[in-house]
């Protein structure tokens, strides 16, 4: 490389050592290894403008080891993205800077995901691929590439031993995703030691197994060698690109370089003054860099920002020419407003049937995708089941693009990380779906899904022991706790049509929450009472013939009917019953003290709340002298409403544990 | 196959066909497709004994594709298992019945683990084999070779699908675990059709990755094709082996096979039917079978279980000449007694120094290791961290089976269900571990821990904010309530070392729950209230003054010193506080009422709680009149004790919180 190059590169190194240096804290490893991949990439291959981090063709790149943050921020710094400043790079780590420990979408700009639990940012990588894919196919005419950029993802060792670098490569293998490229950062190390106690695989054959171009690149810090692969990468039309680049974890750090300890602790500031010393750096003090690489970087920065110049023109003829392309590009990319359909009496239609809320689920979903083109999505491989197909909608795969139904196969962590990555890709709105029981696999990655704010919608079935002959392997308990638990997450278990109508209006209208909707198997009659109020997240469904009632049941999903039984029952003893249907709680909590005294008034102490789940978190509407019927352990095996009586959810039971309270 | 073969196996598909049809309900595609394999693997390869499903040197068998039950259940009824009668097979998916939808360990007999959620048995098959390669290293002498058995695993499609299997076969590998045979029923169909729409990886290829042996068998109902892989997988005694089987799912019923309705619903009375003939069963009525066949089975049945008899020569010898061994055996299997270390004083000594949880914890595994040999773990790549590392006990590997000390590498998934495989594989006690943020990725596996009732121990560690710059993606908020809600799993989030102390003794005696040690990064002080009163789960560790108090704080592990703390500052204002140490809520749930009120008497509503992580679950403990101090959404990066500042984590804060609640 020459001398501005190994200067520029190696301002990465600097910057990230004294950061982590002056924060005690940080990874330098990985961004002393990768510096020379990064700088390559960003500087003469990747299309992207530091002056509009938000152009829709920019290419994307997410950094999956995201304990590497310093290369991120780095890179971001010296390409002058959103003046991050270089008082920013020494506030690495500190509260309220913008440099945190790992790269937070949506707090620092430039930063296309949040990245931190190993893996994660690979299958986003994948999701924005398939987004990039499916807008292509959507939007482009001959001659009019309006949609055309790749998304590169760079990652290490950790990443690919997990699980969900598999299942998402696996399937982009499968769908042909050929602007995908995948930078391995191949060095070996991981925090116990070498990778050769737990990770001797030879990753290149299992990424050829996956249908993926696989290059090499042997020497890390050689820049002619990593833009070839890069290049040989690009080319290929037909496959997603892997390319290994084996380097050096520390490089430049002769005490450290090549060890398990530079992976995860400051390299101590001895080790500091000798890595700049080792590579030949010029400044003598902290956070100091030459002013022409600043030049250059700068310079650099025009020129791969041309690139948006170049397109800008392309999609004002593109507009000039097809208008009404160009209104559905602004209803994809800004959102269509669906005010009318939520508005409309054929969306709020109350049935009379009985209906399993899946179903109901499943009639709203295509009635949306109507009025909302750019609703994507699919299961992991149970879309029969979860009711998800969107009709006529087409299957997305290496021949349609266009398709709107993604078939994830059993890849529940995957789909997961994939929908967040469609969503930060921007343009398409999308939802994943699976069994309750399974939202377990899916919540490491609905964890980032609220943290970065993306408002997906999670549909999740076979909500209870509604199961029946499936058995305890596959009746939630405790799912509805871990869910309920989640910051920024909205949880909506309908009880009916009317409450689903609901739950689905308000997913949609989310701006920064995603939702999951928890729904039955089992067909559930329609309740007279029940509204939109629901969007309240708790309501009165059922009231009281007396302004202030003997006792209070509260219920949510399928066991609301079962509290009106309940409350009837009851009535016969004289007992006047309050039934509150509690869809979410989330959205109940949003509501005014007022409101949510009106509906559970403090004076009333006499509550019951029945759900055929855990009772886990249902004290907070109980308290110490109320009482919950719900599932004490696991289910069982066998028809479902055998199992309903055998763990007590009847009238009966219900209404003997209002006089118990009473 | 000759015709008794033929009959035999036809017998496992008629069983399965006629069971779910009878229930109608239930996934013939997997029994009708895979019976051949499984006869074959069960009458000519496997040792086993039926009339001894508990023999130490059994080989295992664990179906993956656990949905595939009936295959299993028609096995275990046709070898004679337990007396697994044909009133159980027609008694398939009733509630209470023998025969669940899917198969559950510790309810039939012969049932060596259970499945349902796709890929965990393939994991948990690496953790018995794993289990039988530690047990021979540590027991076998030259001529005895007391531990040698293989571990058979057999699923399909959905199974390789999971990323947990590539996380556990990429381990398998390199450990070469030659012992493990794993049988792939590829039939090239899942849930939503072809597996052209999702998953056109070259399979084979990516088990040649991971190091293992690949066998294909074109032709899945060819006996002597299959039984010649299983020899050859048999005779590597370097690598694992995959024998690919290329089967066609609902082999024999004309209008269903090859088909994704074949699946996982009933076949249809005249699809049965249709099945019966074109297979040329000759029974007229439903679970009819010959009893030529039964015969057969009978013979087959003794003739594999003679390989105890010889075997019980063998170990005869072997007591005999090493009668150490034999004592260290009986130890393994039976469980070391270690009464004396836990009423040692060295045990429960109570030091000055503050000290993280976790640095207790690793002093404490290090010393029940010297009193319990056959305890054994590791963690997905943080031993450092967690603290986990048992000194001078080896690392498990290739080259050292006998080491205690297991690298799973950044395998969350994986570790889990190897853990489970341990477990139930017999003779050890294995842990596991990872930061408490990333329990997320084990929940799935854990949840068959606690189902399955494996006294397995998970040290989680890096508890709240505690975490400090790594930031929102490292701090765990809702993991508490997540792991708090699922049935028979206990949390222990001790305070200082006795209570620490206290959460190893429970998790080490325990027999048939599993135990998550929530543990902190940070020094913690040691409280002079603090004992052995902690595996009561919730106790009075600093009183009030008078008899009732004014107000109750409760709190756990990093906060107990704060709500001491806090008593203090509103003993200056003349509230006479009562706090309370709360490090295991299922604990305290399992005491007296008369306790329960002791510690927390009804008559007192002025309750605080304060937990640095979600306030969700709080409220059975404070009611509607209470206060949580919590955290309200996800955590910061920045320096540990900044981030309990800046989230209110104050003695002020909490004294605050009593004072509005009185």
């Known amino acids: 490389m020459n001398n501005i190059d190994e200067m520029s590169v190696n301002a990465i190194r600097v910057l990230s050592a004294d950061a982590i240096q002056k924060a005690k804290s940080g990874h330098p490893g990985l961004p002393l290894g990768a510096a020379p991949a990064a700088y390559e990439l960003w500087s003469r291959h990747m299309n992207h403008n ?17 304990h590497g943050s310093m290369l991120l921020y780095s890179l971001l710094h010296l390409f002058g993205y959103g003046n991050l400043s270089i008082d920013d790079i020494k506030n690495f780590r500190q509260l309220d800077s913008l440099t945190p420990g790992h790269p937070e979408y949506g707090h620092t700009v430039g930063i296309e995901a949040t990245t931190g639990p190993l893996g994660q940012g690979m299958a986003m990588a994948v999701g924005m691929a398939m987004a990039e894919a499916h807008l292509s196919a959507v939007f482009n005419k001959e001659g009019y590439p309006v949609v055309d950029h790749y998304t590169y993802v760079l990652g290490g060792d950790g ?10 490569f696996s399937l982009a293998g499968t769908l042909g995703l050929n602007k995908l490229i995948v930078l391995y950062d191949s060095n070996n190390i991981s925090i116990e030691g070498s990778t050769d106690i737990a990770f001797t695989e030879d990753v290149m054959k299992r990424f050829e197994a996956f249908g993926f171009q696989t290059i090499e690149v042997k020497d890390g810090n050689d820049l002619a060698a990593i833009g070839a692969a890069i290049e040989e990468a690009k ?34 500031e001895e080790n500091v003054a000798a890595l700049k010393e080792n590579i ?4 003598k003090g902290d956070f100091e860099v030459p002013q022409e690489v600043y030049d250059n970087y700068k310079k650099i920065a025009q020129e791969r920002g041309a690139a948006e110049d170049k397109w800008n023109k392309l999609f004002d003829e593109y507009c000039e020419k097809f208008p009404e392309m160009k209104e559905k590009w602004d209803k994809y990319y800004n959102g269509y407003d669906l005010t009318d359909l939520f508005e409309s009496e054929e969306y709020w239609v109350k049935p009379e049937k009985a209906e399993a809320t899946r179903s109901t689920s499943g009639a709203l979903l295509n009635l949306i995708k109507q009025h909302m083109p750019n609703l994507v999505g699919g299961s992991a491989d149970l879309a029969p089941s979860n009711k998800t197909n969107m009709k006529d909608a087409g ?110 209006m ?14 039955t198997r089992q067909n559930l009659p329609q309740i007279e009472g029940s509204s939109k109020e629901a969007l309240k997240g708790g309501y009165i469904i059922d009231n009281s013939t007396k302004a202030e ?47 949510k005294n009106s509906v559970l008034p403090l004076s009333c102490r006499k509550r019951v709340a029945v759900e055929a789940l855990s009772d886990f978190g249902w004290y907070r509407y109980v308290g110490l002298d109320g009482k919950v019927v719900s599932m004490k352990g696991f289910g069982a095996s066998g028809p479902a409403n055998e199992l309903f009586k055998k763990f007590g959810f009847t009238a009966e039971n219900v209404a003997a544990a209002v006089k118990d309270v009473m």
């Open 50 to 66: 530091p002056a509009n981090p938000k152009w829709e063709n920019r290419d994307r790149f997410i950094l999956s080891g995201g």
């Open 159 to 168: 990443c690919m031993m997990e699980g969900i670098s598999s299942e998402c």
């Open 235 to 268: 080319a290929d039309k037909e496959r997603p690109s892997l390319i290994k680049i084996d380097t050096l974890i520390g490089f430049g750090c002769p005490a450290k370089q090549g060890k398990a300890s530079a992976h995860g602790e400051p390299l101590g």
């Open 280 to 283: 030949g750096w010029p400044c």
């Open 395 to 504: 299957d997305f795969s290496k021949e349609n693009y266009a398709g709107s139904n993604f078939h994830f196969g059993v890849r529940e962590q995957a789909m997961t990380a994939i929908t967040n990555g469609i969503a930060l890709h921007g343009g398409l709105r999308p939802f994943a779906a699976t069994f309750f029981v399974f939202s377990d696999y899916t919540k490491p990655m609905a964890r980032l899904s609220s943290l970065m704010k993306l408002p997906v919608t999670y549909i999740f079935t076979h909500d209870s022991i509604g199961v029946g002959e499936d058995g305890p392997t596959h009746e939630p308990i405790e799912q509805l706790a871990a869910f309920r638990s989640l910051p920024n997450f909205t949880v909506f278990r309908p009880c009916d049509r009317t409450e689903t109508a609901a739950a689905w």
């Open 506 to 519: 308000y997913a949609i209208k989310s701006e920064s929450t995603p939702t999951g909707l928890v729904l």
């Open 549 to 595: 009632p003997d006792a209070i049941i509260i219920a949510s999903g399928s066991e609301v009917s079962l509290a009106i039984e309940a409350k009837k029952l009851l009535a016969g003893d004289g007992i006047d019953v309050r039934v509150v249907s509690m869809p979410s709680m989330e959205l109940f909590e949003e509501q005014s003290d007022e409101y």
